[in-house]
């Protein structure tokens, strides 16, 4: 997918607040899920998957520039 194809998402207003909307749920689960695991393995890689998650909402500010 090229900047072009990502900038017909993002700056599509019902489609990219979906989209974030989405990733809001998906950030929720995984802190709940973090806080129900004692195991460093497991902490790091929730620790990832919210830091993923949130560089995706920053993508249109990319994106766009």
Known sequence: ????????VIN???QWEAIQEELHVRI???HKSLEQHD???????????VRALRSLLQL????NG
């Open 1 to 8: 997918m090229n900047k072009a194809d990502l900038k017909l």
């Open 12 to 14: 599509n207003k019902p």
């Open 28 to 30: 929720a689960m995984a």
């Open 39 to 49: 195991e460093g393995p497991e902490i790091f890689r929730l620790q990832g998957e």
């Open 60 to 63: 249109r500010d990319k994106v």
